[in-house]
């Protein structure tokens, strides 16, 4: 009787436990979609690529405007404003999800966390799984702040605090309290797409929504050690 009871429990656990193989699989190296032209190619950015105007707040959106008009004319003149990357300093969040270089998912079931690197400079992101967010002023502010996250169905869900305030996307202002959204997923056509949402009260006027969308890498692909070093000049 008791080794029957014991084969009952353990055949219920089995169908209730969630095995780690269950969570979509992120996991591999993933390239915008679609890629970026050349550098050196003077070609425009598809749609898909460029900047979705923020809905700043006045005056920022004025002067957020103008700087746009002043790298577009420094691009055309040959003379490229300095940018953070050009600076060789983190991207941050959410820029580091703009892959110019490709990115590289780890998932691991076993820590409840998923790992983001990147390419460029070898940027570490670390996304913790299945625990809340900590309030905001108790995080030491970073390059990538604080991010967690939990899946619900096929999607990675990712809350994002602690952004240093000189840590611009696309040199977009934002405050101390800017909380950035992700929701990760895989769309039919195995896109993986990121739809992200900021809000920021302070500095705009709705939440800012956008999507990044990257392309799976063969299995051998290889990501390569990038060093920036910076110039004299820079």
């Known amino acids: 009787m008791r080794r029957r009871v014991f084969i009952v429990v353990s055949a219920l656990a089995a169908l209730t436990s969630t095995p780690v193989w269950a969570e979509p699989d992120f996991s591999g190296v993933w390239n915008r979609y679609p890629a970026y032209p050349d550098t050196f190619s003077g070609m425009p950015d598809p749609p898909e690529l460029q900047v979705v105007e923020p809905p700043l707040r006045e005056p920022y959106l004025t002067q957020w405007r103008a700087m746009q008009k002043r790298r577009a004319d420094a691009d055309a003149a040959g003379a490229p404003l300095p940018t953070p990357s050009s600076r060789c300093l983190p991207e941050g969040v959410p820029g580091l999800m703009g892959a110019h270089y490709a990115l590289q998912i780890l998932q691991n079931p076993a820590l409840k966390q998923v790992t983001v690197l990147?390419?460029?400079?070898?940027?570490?992101?670390?996304?913790?799984?299945?625990?809340?967010?900590?309030?905001?002023?108790?995080?030491?502010?970073?390059?990538?702040?604080?991010?967690?996250?939990?899946?619900?169905?096929?999607?990675?869900?990712?809350?994002?605090?602690?952004?240093?305030?000189?840590?611009?996307?696309?040199?977009?202002?934002?405050?101390?309290?800017m909380v950035v959204h992700e929701k990760l997923h895989v769309r039919p056509d195995g896109i993986l797409a990121d739809d992200v949402t900021i809000t920021d009260p302070q500095y705009l006027t709705r939440p800012y929504t956008f999507t990044f969308l990257y392309k799976r890498e063969p299995r051998e692909y290889r990501i390569d050690e990038y060093v920036c070093e910076q110039t004299k000049d820079d």
Do not use: C
């Open 118 to 177: 990147g390419e460029f400079m070898s940027q570490i992101r670390r996304i913790y799984l299945d625990e809340p967010l900590p309030p905001i002023k108790s995080i030491n502010p970073g390059y990538f702040g604080r991010s967690t996250g939990h899946w619900a169905g096929e999607a990675l869900e990712v809350d994002t605090a602690g952004v240093r305030e000189d840590v611009q996307y696309a040199d977009i202002p934002h405050s101390a309290d």
